[in-house]
């Protein structure tokens, strides 16, 4: 299972040491969540955090946009050390130019779906998609209740990958733990992210080498 702890439940009082308490454990990615109180109703950080993360590791920095107009920043987002940029369908409204675009910028492509929204709206463009990413939750905090529906999600999506013969890695991210992680590692998910469980734990980087091991 990839892992990709995300970087919102961090100290950020602290950001260099928890960063390379990251760059130092097993994790595969770090997971960047990016809100900008217009998509979501929170805010949480830009390129300067970006950059400062970015710095201290040369790890998979796997970025996660909750951002209206993501178009306008493509190319910022490269510059401060992108290397999965995922945009969420419901605020692309020409999604398959915003994906070509992350694509010819040298990053790989991701589509974020929210719980609402039914995964046949990627069936056109999902050989194109480098990472599909299930919302288990409503995007905008992190600590909140895991949806069961994103197991059903992940197995269909899974089978909407073979249909489509396409190759894009199924994540899952909120309210991920040992439980629901298991639950998804059954259901055909290829990565998890995890932050108030993963921080929230008494030895972070153990708890990353669990998810791990699902
Ligand atoms: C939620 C974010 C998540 C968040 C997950 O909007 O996209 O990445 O950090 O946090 P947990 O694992 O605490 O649900
Ligand atoms: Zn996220």
Redesign the pocket.
């Known amino acids: 299972m990839i892992v990709s702890p ?1 970087v ?2 961090c100290d950020f009082g602290n950001i260099q040491r928890d960063t390379l308490m990251l760059h130092d454990s097993v994790a595969d990615w770090l ?1 960047i ?1 990016v ?1 900008d109180g217009v998509f ?1 109703p929170n805010i949480s950080f830009g390129f300067p955090v970006l950059q400062a993360i970015r710095q201290h590791t040369n790890k998979t920095l796997d970025v ?1 946009l ?1 951002i209206a107009n993501p178009d306008a920043y493509l190319e910022d987002f490269k510059k401060a050390g992108a290397d999965i940029l995922t945009v969420h369908y419901e605020a692309c409204t020409h999604l398959h130019r915003t994906i070509s675009r992350i694509q010819e910028l040298g990053m790989k492509a991701g589509v974020a779906l929210n719980p609402h929204t039914p995964i046949e709206v990627l069936t056109e463009i999902a050989p194109l998609l480098d990472l599909v990413l299930v ?1 288990s ?8 209740h895991f949806i069961s529906a994103a197991n059903d999600k992940v197995a269909r999506l899974k089978a909407l990958r073979n249909q489509t013969r396409s190759q894009f890695l199924i994540e899952v ?4 733990n040992l439980e629901t992680g298991a639950q998804l590692a059954q259901a055909g998910a290829d990565a998890l ?6 921080f929230g734990s008494a030895d972070p980087r153990a708890t990353i080498a669990a998810l791990q091991s699902l």
């Open positions: 995300s919102l439940s997971h969540d809100m979501v996660h909750m919302m939750v409503n995007p905008g905090f992190g600590g909140q991210d909120g309210g991920v992210v995890a932050g108030s469980f993963v």
